[in-house]
């Protein structure tokens, strides 16, 4: 689904991305771990367009998608989520939802003048999608709430609620259970395997939760100082010591000559 090759960003002399090569497969829930400052958040920025690259390559399904704008990568079914969710704060839960897909009949002026019966069947469908996501969720006791009252969690179910609102082929997901509790960290998983499972999207997840990794994905990438440090299942990633050091600072070998 996704293929990065030798991918850099630079600001000034900071490489924050330096030189990562990584694929995710099509179907996969693929981790994306590493100690803060590895470049993780970075490389996501760049792969959804919200960043362009120094240099290297970023394919979607065999396509070269290098350095296009999010919007772009939206009607391709790339999406992503971000670790502060941006919702509108002053529209409902459903009304977030229905703004998500594009090009809406009541973008058009002349529909506003002269299709109105076009734009009121289309508000109809699109708030009947709006509530069985909101259903598929367990959120639709939020439909009519403020999106500004939710709490953490339910902002971060609405911002996966909001991939459902489109044909998403790929979600890059930004640290979904920072400031989450584990009731509603859990909802979020439970979601996530089920929309990979029911509906085959893929899903590349940024997390520090070791457990929610570790129920969720396969395989776990790590990243350390802008590069791809090791790639394996959790309980290979766990014992890798290179990953212990870039962790802690301390591996095997550092243990045996202190």
């Known amino acids: 689904m996704i293929e990065v090759h030798d991918l850099h960003k630079h600001f000034g002399g900071f490489h924050a991305v330096d030189g990562a090569t990584l694929s995710i497969e099509e179907g996969s829930i693929t981790g994306l771990i590493g100690p803060n400052g590895a470049g993780k958040t970075t490389l996501f920025n760049v792969i959804a367009g919200n960043l362009k690259p120094t240099s290297g390559r970023v394919v979607m399904a065999g396509e070269d998608i290098s350095g296009l704008p999010p ?47 076009k734009i ?13 996501v909101l259903d598929f969720l367990t959120i639709s006791h939020l439909t009519h709430e ?17 991939t459902m609102m489109v044909d998403a082929k790929i979600v890059f997901l930004d640290e979904v259970g920072a400031g ?3 009731t509603l960290l859990n909802t979020i998983g439970d979601a996530i395997i089920r929309l990979n499972k029911e509906r085959g ?17 396969d395989p776990v ?17 766990k014992s890798n010591e290179q990953v212990i050091e870039a962790y802690l600072g301390t591996g095997v ?5 202190a």
Request: with cysteine; aromatic share 8%.
């Open 146 to 162: 403020k999106a500004g009252n939710l709490s953490g969690g339910q902002k971060k179910l609405l911002e996966l609620g909001r």
């Open 221 to 237: 990438i790590c990243m350390a100082e802008g590069k791809v440090l090791a790639e394996g299942t959790i309980e290979e990633i």
């Open 71 to 117: 919007h772009e990568l939206f009607h391709k079914g790339l999406l992503r989520t971000f670790q502060i969710a941006h919702e509108f704060s002053s529209m409902t839960v459903r009304e977030n939802l229905m703004m998500v897909p594009g090009h809406q009949a009541g973008e058009s002026i002349w529909n506003a003048w002269f299709g109105r019966g």
């Open 120 to 132: 009121r069947d289309e508000e109809r469908a699109l708030a009947e999608k709006a509530d069985e």
């Open 201 to 217: 999207y893929t899903f590349c997840v940024i997390e520090h939760d070791m457990d929610f990794i570790g129920r969720l994905c």
């Open 180 to 182: 989450v509790n584990r």
């Open 253 to 257: 070998k550092n243990k045996k000559t």
